[in-house]
Nanobody, 127 residues
Framework: QVQLVESGGGLVQAGGSLRLSCAAS????????MGWFRQAPGKERELVGA????????YYADYVKGRFTISRDNAKNTVYLQMNSLKPEDTAVYYC????????????????????WGQGTQVTVSS
């Protein structure tokens, strides 16, 4: 079992920044691939980015590349999503997810491969 708790969401003006955190517990975090997803009202959940066990391999969706940064601190069992230059279209509930079966150095991009999910945190970007 893995428990994931996101924090750091809120309301921000366009062009602003937010940093989301996802604290994990219940299993060895350092051998778990992690991902960030988001879901806007009326839309499907989509991948924002993913990071492998060590943080050495990171994937970003095109719509956030150059603006968002994913990192992890295995000593703190936490993965982060730094969001800069936010746009109104970034408004969504953001979720972190864990894949406990991923091989080392592999980033997991398919939603269906993730085993555990956090409860989500709302990010609202005003224009």
């Amino acid at each position: 079992q893995v428990q994931l708790v996101e924090s750091g969401g809120g309301l921000v003006q366009a062009g602003g920044s937010l940093r989301l955190s996802c604290a994990a517990s219940g299993r060895s975090f350092s051998s778990t691939a992690m991902g960030w997803f988001r879901q806007a009202p009326g839309k499907e959940r989509e991948l924002v980015g993913a990071i492998d066990w060590t943080g050495g391999s990171i994937y970003y969706a095109d719509y956030v590349k150059g603006r968002f940064t994913i990192s992890r601190d295995n000593a703190k069992n936490t993965v982060y999503l730094q969001m800069n230059s936010l746009k109104p279209e970034d408004t969504a509930v953001y979720y972190c997810a864990a894949d406990v079966d991923a091989r080392p150095l592999r980033v997991v991009v398919r939603l269906s491969e993730y085993d555990y999910w956090g409860q989500g945190t709302q990010v609202t970007v005003s224009s």
